[in-house]
């Protein structure tokens, strides 16, 4: 099917070529793939479809402008990372509506949240180049040497990401790899695409230097295979499932390419004897979040015996009360899931803990009142131990409930993952909190809130649930070589 280049979606002109060396491309063999809108899967465009021409494009592209942006000052590339953040400012309107048309989550979210989010992955780290990252000069003991370390930057960084929040867990890694002084090139997923695109327009018109941030859509055969292999990469980031990842790692691994992986979860919400009920009710609850299509959520809720029945009462009813529907409405909590065989996926995972044995609380099925991609919110108990629903990651409205006896018990039940991305815990006791957190293997745990994470903080998950840790002096720890020079001692 002919790429029209450019598409209106939700009143905001969408071009939908590649952005390669400063300039809109479209694929040399004129190939292209449809996006669809969850919401009611309906055709949204074709966009032009990348293969190993337009990867290599790319990437000499980013390679071509490297030189000269690694030798930007910081104050520079702070000054255009700003212009950025203040382009997605001035478009939060328009990135939310383009974004939640074509991933189906919730525009409440993507105005009051998500977008303002976008803008602070480049703020943060454009602010953090103010701070002077090289260490202060050594001396070596006892010989009179000198040593100075330093962060240079490591060249063209390929970045892969996942469609449930697109621009967001982008952006994260491109504001931290280009303020370290690094080209880009992006690849946005194939299942929403479009925001990406917008991004490319905004950090032209902030003066970003052609070459130095690039976009190439497609799938992952097409064109993420060949970005992973492709020898003039330096880092390599991807965010999505660990069986990706294991493909990913072997093509990149003949180039010695350091990775950065942000992987699945199957996060413990670990609720205490003495949780404040409140608290822990609307924390389980807000696992929902974006149709639970969310790495981070705490999809198993363990809950101490002793107020297990109550609990799971209240977060039954409150899960109830949540509506379902149109993202675009103001008022909707729970939306629908990312595409057909996706849907399949979540309904085989249920149905199948159903046969299991497992008890249906909430939901259970798909919403046969709205119909399309809509699944209930979902809370199934009596899960047999070590069963599929317990152990595998759904990513989708399902959330399973267990209990414990006494806070080893609950510990132990929480470790029992090969995942380790996140976890959280609901306590009043603040000694309890202290002892009880540093026992859980997790790369994040919250401990009586959810989803808070200052971008200075490191970020990462630990067994499955990937490689590495960035945020803050971490970022730069991976998108630089860090270098020591030694200095003998000046002659007289």
């Known amino acids: 099917m002919a790429n ?16 390669i060396g400063g300039e809109r491309v479209a694929s040399a063999d004129g190939a292209t793939f449809t996006t669809v809108s969850p919401i009611d899967e309906s055709v949204i465009g074709e966009v032009s479809a990348a293969g190993e021409a337009e990867v290599d494009a790319a990437v000499a592209a980013a390679r071509k402008a490297f030189p000269a942006w690694s030798k930007t000052s910081p104050a520079e590339r702070a000054a255009v ?27 409440r979210s993507h105005l009051r949240g998500v977008m303002p989010r976008v803008a602070m992955n480049f703020r943060f780290f ?42 967001m867990l982008a952006t994260w890694r491109i504001g931290p790899a280009l303020a370290a002084g ?29 070459g130095v941030f690039n976009v190439v859509q497609g799938t992952g055969v097409d064109a993420g295979a060949p970005l992973t292999r492709h020898p003039d990469i330096n880092r390599l980031c991807f965010t999505g499932s660990v069986p990706t990842a294991g493909v990913i790692a072997a093509a990149a691994a003949p180039n010695i390419v350091p990775l950065s992986f942000e992987l699945g979860g199957k996060s413990p919400l670990l609720v205490l004897a003495d949780a404040d009920m409140d608290t822990a009710v609307d924390i389980a609850v807000e696992q929902f979040d974006n149709a639970g299509q969310v790495c981070l959520k705490g999809s198993r809720i363990l809950v101490d015996e002793a107020i297990a029945e109550e609990f799971t009462k209240r977060v039954v009813e409150k899960s109830k009360t949540l509506k379902q529907g149109d993202p675009r409405d103001l008022e909707t909590d729970v939306s629908a899931l990312i595409t057909r065989k996706h849907f399949e996926t979540i309904d085989g995972f249920v149905e199948r803990a159903k046969a299991d044995g497992a008890t249906v609380l909430a939901g259970g099925g798909p919403n046969t009142e709205l119909g399309g991609l809509f699944y209930e919110p979902t809370i199934l108990a009596d899960c047999p131990e070590g069963s599929e629903i317990l ?37 009043s006791d603040p000694e309890r909190a202290e002892k009880v957190s540093a026992q859980l293997r997790a790369g994040t745990v919250w401990v009586n809130c959810f989803f808070v994470r200052d971008l200075g903080a490191p970020f990462g998950g630990s067994g499955q649930s990937g ?26």
């Open 467 to 492: 490689i590495g840790r960035e945020g803050g002096i971490w970022s730069f720890d991976f998108y630089c070589d860090v270098k020591n020079s030694v200095f003998a001692p000046a002659s007289n």
């Open 4 to 19: 029209p280049e450019k598409i209106t979606v939700e009143g905001v002109e969408v071009d939908t070529r590649h952005w």
């Open 126 to 167: 454009a602010d953090y180049l103010e701070k002077d990252l090289d260490h202060p000069d050594m001396e070596v003991a006892g010989r009179g040497h000198r040593e100075r370390i330093t962060y240079d930057p490591a060249g063209v960084v390929a970045i892969i990401t996942p469609w449930n929040a697109p621009l």
């Open 81 to 107: 990372l700003r212009k950025v953040a203040e382009g997605i400012e001035a478009r939060v309107e328009e990135l939310g509506k383009v974004e939640t048309r074509d991933n189906g989550a919730l525009l």
């Open 391 to 427: 152990t595998e990651e759904v990513f989708g409205p399902v959330l399973t409930i267990e209990t414990f006896s006494g806070d080893d018990e609950g510990v132990a039940k929480a470790n029992d993952t090969r995942f380790g991305l996140a976890a959280t815990l609901v306590t």
């Open 182 to 210: 690094n080209c880009v090139v992006l690849k946005p997923p194939e299942w929403a695409p479009l925001t990406a695109s917008l991004l490319a327009d905004i950090a032209h018109e902030a003066g970003l230097p052609a």
